[in-house]
């Protein structure tokens, strides 16, 4: 089920800055890890980042840490992540997702078969 939408995505400039948003269509929201994946063009689903129900725990990939951070608003039912000094290389579909459990035990999180709840996608280029 397509129960996340994501925005704040579009084309930028290498060296700026984007705020991707996740909003949530779930109950107790505060239940639900997140994560942000994306996607290029003929690549594999690349993890960035994921934070758990509550905030307290944060992960992300290698090829964004510095740059990207994930954070929640659990009253407004939204996750984001803030990207900043954004690359060329960032370029791609990026998607949220929502699943069930709690933990990050063997970087599970950064398997996408954990999630269950997907949003449609947003864009994101970023220019030389």
């Known amino acids: 089920q397509v129960m996340l939408d994501e925005s704040g995505g579009g084309s930028v400039q290498a060296g700026d800055s984007l705020r991707l948003s996740c909003v949530a269509s779930?109950?107790?929201?505060?239940?639900?890890?997140v994560g942000w994946f994306r996607q290029a063009p003929g690549e594999e689903l690349e993890f960035i980042a994921a934070?758990?129900?509550?905030?307290?725990?944060?992960y992300s990939s290698d090829s964004v840490k510095g740059r990207f951070t994930i954070s929640r608003d659990n009253a407004k039912n939204t996750v984001y992540l803030q990207m900043n000094g954004l690359k060329p290389e960032d370029t791609a579909m990026y998607h949220c997702g929502a699943g069930t459990f709690n933990t990050c035990s063997d970087y599970r999180c950064a398997n996408f078969r954990m999630y269950y709840y997907w949003g449609q996608g947003i864009q994101v280029t970023v220019s030389s």
């Open positions: 934070i758990n129900g509550i905030g307290s725990s944060t």
């Open positions: 779930l109950h107790t929201f505060s239940s639900y890890f």
